[in-house]
């Protein structure tokens, strides 16, 4: 039997929360499309795109018009490219970039990832070429989003990997020097990557995912909030209950929405992420959540226990409304798409080393965060490493998107507009790790992986 009172407070949560279904993600195998001729290959992954994912956009226009529930994007993740693209020519990823631009364009949705490599233990000729062209790459496309995993719990850390990351990182950075070096926002260096993410720019279809498969990840933040705002002077073990509950409620739209897509798509239903992704809007930050839990601004003493607890919490609610849980799943912290974080940042509560601490206890990681422009490699390197070491010794998903933004310092700010949000330039430490960097070869795996 319906309640009334929950439809009325869904209600509430779309028109005056900000609660949405921030995407439904495709993911399409591109096995099939394999071919040792380029030209014969970019067809068959524009063909093998375009006939899958045709009805994509307007299945989940007709959900949205049904349900009433926001679904702010529709995506395709696909097979790591450089699986698929074996041993062809720089320019050759180059070509598969365009193609799956193409695509995108054609089918009319917002990002298409899988621009990927998988390089924790090494990388192959594939891996390599792809990775070379990363910045050509995402500097030619609009749509094409990139990711490469440079270490994981078991294989512990490549840091070749991360030295070629931090050079296409910031080659990135200039070839989009235009447009705010908007490239890295669509670059991300993952440790311990899923693969079953919806959410860009590190979702790609993993080897061991069906043919196609419907992914959603939720939003939510300001839903949270307004929840631990009613809930009134309360103890922590009531703020976490209150999470908890209205983590549920949110989750049990996302697998409504997966369930329809995945029915009228006539393909599997995989799983909901649970994570709370933020929007530059007012009202929809998991920098406001903190604060209404009792911290004078996100950054002070404070922030990371507030943010373990409700990372915590959200995750217990909502694995028990979802038949299947996967993704990221938990709280983000990127700080151009999250007002309060850009906020917290410009009154100077939040630096970079207190991100780094907090992304210890949630997802994803250091997440579109602008720093000055002239940054060194080997800086952006040693960022890369530390926050890639909190994945591996903690046998989670971490992950680095920073823009050091062409041309600009500290104090300045970047501008892309939509999720993607604007980003205060943060300040970073000048002391070098070169010589660090530069040994190259593998940071053993921790010790704690051994558990066969």
């Known amino acids: 039997m319906l309640n009334t009172s929950d439809i009325l407070e869904t209600i509430n949560m779309i028109r005056e929360e900000n609660l949405d279904i921030r995407t439904i993600t495709m993911g399409i195998s591109l096995f099939d499309c394999v071919s040792e001729d380029e030209g014969r290959l970019t067809q068959k992954i524009y063909d093998k795109i375009t006939k899958t994912a045709r009805r994509l956009v307007p299945v989940g226009e007709e959900i949205e018009k049904q349900y009433g529930i926001p679904i702010v994007n529709k995506r395709i993740s696909v097979t790591p490219v450089s699986l698929i693209g074996g041993a062809v020519s720089p320019e050759g990823y180059i070509k598969i970039a365009r193609t799956l631009d193409r695509a995108a364009s054609e089918l009319g949705i ?35 989003c990139s990711s490469v995993n440079v270490a994981t719990t ?37 440790a311990n990557v899923p693969e079953d993410n919806p959410f860009m720019a590190g979702a790609f279809h993993g080897v061991g995912e069906p043919e196609t498969v419907i992914n959603v990840g939720v939003s939510g933040p300001g839903v949270v909030a307004s929840a631990i705002r009613r809930a009134g002077d309360c103890d922590l073990t009531q ?13 049990r739209v996302g697998q409504l929405v997966a369930g329809e897509a995945a029915t009228r798509l006539g393909v599997p239903f995989g799983i909901v992420d649970l994570s709370l992704a933020p929007t530059p809007a007012i009202g929809d930050s998991v920098a406001h959540i903190l604060e209404e839990i009792g911290l004078e601004s996100c950054g002070a003493h404070g922030t990371t226990a507030a943010l373990a607890m409700l990372n915590d919490a959200v995750k217990k609610g909502g694995v028990m409304a979802s038949s299947h849980v996967g993704g990221l799943s938990g709280a983000f912290i990127p700080v151009s798409e999250d007002a309060g974080m850009i906020t917290a940042v410009e009154r100077g509560a939040l630096s970079i080393e207190k991100l780094e601490a907090m992304t210890a206890v949630c997802s994803v990681g250091l997440d579109m965060i602008a720093i000055p422009g002239g940054t060194g490699e080997d800086v952006i390197c040693g960022i890369i490493a530390d926050e890639i070491s909190i994945g591996v010794v903690n046998s989670k998903t ?26 205060p330039v943060m300040a970073v430490s000048g002391w070098s790790p070169a010589k660090f960097i530069k040994r190259g070869g593998r940071i053993p795996a921790p010790i704690h992986s051994l558990k066969n």
Do not use: Q, W
């Not at 490549?158 to 990182?169: D, L, P, Q, W």
């Not at 971490?398 to 600009?408: H, M, S």
């Open 110 to 144: 917002n990002f298409i990832g899988g621009f990927s490599a998988l390089v924790h233990k090494g990388a192959t000729t594939g891996a390599s070429n792809l990775i070379s062209v990363i910045p050509e790459a995402l500097a030619e496309t609009k749509m094409v």
């Open 154 to 190: 078991k294989a512990g850390i490549n840091m070749n990997a991360v030295s070629e990351m931090g050079k296409a990182i910031k080659r990135a950075a200039y070839l989009t020097r235009g447009d705010d070096s908007i490239g890295c926002a669509k670059l991300v260096v993952f």
């Open 239 to 251: 703020v976490a209950e209150v999470i908890k509950k209205t983590a549920f409620k949110i989750t």
């Open 398 to 423: 971490t992950a680095v998107r920073l823009i050091p933004a062409y041309g600009k310092c500290v104090g300045d700010s970047v501008s892309f507009g939509g999720l993607l949000g604007r980003a």
